[in-house]
């Protein structure tokens, strides 16, 4: 990502963005609300950066999320063929406030508390096969594979089918440079294996989101099977993508405050509290979904014509002196109420529960089984994902 601003704003180099994305944004938020860039893959958009412009515009009914609304030519993001992209993420009322009512018929509060004793379960599984090791890599061996296991049981998804899903996650949010068909290639087995799981729970429904899903479309023909089958993809997406960065983030940024990871030990009752502060020091979507405004419009004094691309910096938000004091300074006594990183007003996140219950009980179990916790590289070894959708570590070495 790179600035054309006039004003000649900080320059944006793209490995430093990837590695410490909050000295980029502080950059650019102290140039200037608003900034014309060249996106992820070249073409124009508009970034914002201070707080209340991307809390404002999140809720702006003007910016709108279908990509009908987006000028030829312009930045859209993620290619999905339709059976995967008619989802929320790309929907406006009134069929987004159809659609969310639906998912919620099936997506209830308490479906989600039943998955508790299963998570803390599943955690302590994977907890009992790494702990005789000494060191451990939490990202391959707890991170990931505890929220694709609690999203795919709640899905009705098979055991055989989870790694196959998370290497198209992969390739999909972060492909390889020197594999550009990899993506596509993801794109195209997601297809063929949504296409047969939703043939499989009509064939035998069961006590799953699937099925549940399934039942609104037949039984109330509330959604399209193209909608249908494009939830069924978020879910599934968003719930083991998000977590798993939730999760690993977290986990590195208690380890490298030991007086906040110190405070927390001694009272883990202040671990719901902290999991919204680590949602918020350091969450794992810097940008929200691009919008394209309806009309010309004005964010933070700078005009936008209408159909341009607008990317909203929730890293930047979050790191905003004027909202948060102290910004960078992980707090986990802070007040983050306000904070954007499960989303805000009709686009706040529908799986934000179960993301709470899975990093509450993740970093519970984990703190809890191993005492003496500590990373096993220096901060500046890490490697993080080659992506600027998602922020999240490749791996993060532990011992103890």
């Known amino acids: 990502m790179s600035t ?3 004003g000649e704003p900080p320059a944006v180099d793209p490995a430093e963005l990837i590695a410490d994305p909050y000295a980029v944004y502080a950059r650019l938020r102290e140039a200037g609300p608003v900034h014309r860039v060249a996106g992820t893959d070249g073409l124009p958009a508009w970034l914002v950066t201070r707080y209340d412009d991307v809390r404002q515009a999140i809720a702006d009914p003007r910016l709108s999320l279908d990509k009908r609304n987006a000028k030829p030519g312009g930045y859209h993001g993620l290619a999905l063929p339709p059976a995967l992209d008619a989802n929320l993420l790309n929907m406006d009322p009134p ?25 803390r379960k599943t955690a302590d599984a994977l907890l009992d096969t790494i702990a005789p090791l000494g060191r451990a890599d939490l990202i391959p061996s707890y991170a990931a594979p505890l929220p694709i296991t609690v999203i795919c049981d709640l899905l009705g998804v098979a055991p055989d089918d989870r790694q196959d899903f998370r290497s198209w996650t992969d390739d ?6 020197a594999r550009p068909d990899r993506a596509k290639e993801a794109v195209r087995a997601m297809l063929g294996f949504f296409t047969g799981l939703l043939a499989a729970k009509r064939a035998a429904p069961a006590d799953d989101l699937i099925s549940a899903l399934i039942a609104v479309r037949d039984d109330e023909d509330g959604l399209t099977e193209d909608e249908l ?41 202040r671990l719901g509290g902290a999991v ?49 004091a102290d910004p960078d ?24 529960p179960l993301a709470r219950l899975e990093t509450e009980i993740a970093l519970t179990a ?13 901060l500046r070894e890490l490697r993080w994902r080659p992506s600027m959708r998602t922020r999240g570590l490749l791996s993060l070495p532990v011992r103890y």
């Open 329 to 352: 300074r992980l707090d986990i006594e802070r007040d983050t109420t306000g904070h954007l990183a499960l989303g805000h007003g009709i686009h706040y996140c529908l799986g934000a």
């Open 95 to 119: 069929d987004h406030t159809r659609i969310r009512g639906l998912v919620s018929k099936a997506f209830t509060p308490r479906r989600v508390e039943l998955l508790r004793e299963p998570i």
């Open 366 to 378: 984990l703190l809890a089984r191993f005492p003496r916790l500590a990373l096993d590289a220096r």
């Open 276 to 324: 919204e502060e680590l949602a918020r020091y350091d969450g794992p979507v810097p940008l929200a979904i691009r919008r394209f405004p309806t009309e010309d419009i004005l964010i933070g004094g700078v005009a936008i014509p209408a159909g341009e691309t607008v990317l909203l910096s929730l890293a930047a938000a979050h790191r905003d002196p004027h909202r948060f």
């Open 229 to 269: 089958m494009s939830l069924a993809f978020l879910i599934l997406f968003a719930g083991y993508e998000n977590t798993v960065h939730l999760i690993g983030n977290a986990i590195l940024a208690l380890l490298s405050h030991p007086d906040q990871l110190t405070a927390l030990r001694a009272d883990p009752g």
């Open 4 to 6: 054309t601003t006039p």
């Open 172 to 177: 999909l949010v972060a492909p390889d440079p």
